[in-house]
C-alpha cells in the first residue's frame, strides 16, 4: 500500500510521511490493549501483526529497519506505557 501511495503521488512522493502505530512493544499484551484492540497477543503473533513489535532489542531495530526499508515507514507511534521496553531500541536506531 506504501508503494501504492508513493506512486500515485509522483514527485511529491519525498513529502509524504508514512507513520506506524505499534499497539505493543514486548512479549506481553497488557489487559487495557487487548481490551482495546479486540485480540489477544497470541493472534497478534499468529497473524504476524505490524502492531506488534517482539524480541530482543536488537531484534526489534532489524525488523523496525526491515519495514522501513520494505514499507516506507517515515516514523513509529509507541504508548507512552511501553517506554521501557522501546528505549533500548531508539539507541540502537540512532543514526541509522
Same mark, same amino acid.
Given at each position: 500500500?506504501?508503494?501504492?501511495?508513493?506512486?500515485?503521488?509522483?514527485? /511529491?512522493?519525498?513529502?509524504? +510521511?508514512? $507513520?506506524?502505530? =505499534?499497539?505493543?512493544?514486548? %512479549?506481553?499484551?497488557?489487559?487495557?490493549?487487548?481490551?482495546?484492540?479486540?485480540?489477544?497477543?497470541?493472534?497478534?503473533?499468529?497473524?504476524?501483526?505490524?502492531?506488534?513489535? /517482539?524480541?530482543?532489542?536488537? +531484534?526489534? $531495530?532489524?525488523? =523496525?529497519?526491515?519495514?522501513? %526499508?520494505?514499507?516506507g515507514?517515515?516514523?513509529?507511534?509507541?504508548?507512552?506505557?511501553?517506554?521501557?521496553?522501546f528505549?533500548?531500541?531508539?539507541?540502537?536506531?540512532?543514526? /541509522?
Open positions: 500500500m506504501a508503494t501504492q501511495l508513493r506512486d500515485a503521488a509522483g514527485d /511529491r512522493a519525498d513529502r509524504i +510521511e508514512i $507513520a506506524m502505530n =505499534l499497539f505493543a512493544v514486548g %512479549d506481553e499484551l497488557p489487559p487495557w490493549t487487548q481490551r482495546f484492540i479486540g485480540v489477544d497477543h497470541a493472534t497478534l503473533v499468529a497473524h504476524d501483526s505490524q502492531t506488534l513489535l /517482539r524480541g530482543t532489542p536488537a +531484534e526489534m $531495530a532489524d525488523e =523496525l529497519q526491515r519495514r522501513r %526499508d520494505a514499507y515507514v517515515s516514523y513509529v507511534s509507541v504508548n507512552g506505557a511501553f517506554s521501557a521496553q528505549t533500548p531500541v531508539v539507541e540502537l536506531l540512532a543514526g /541509522r
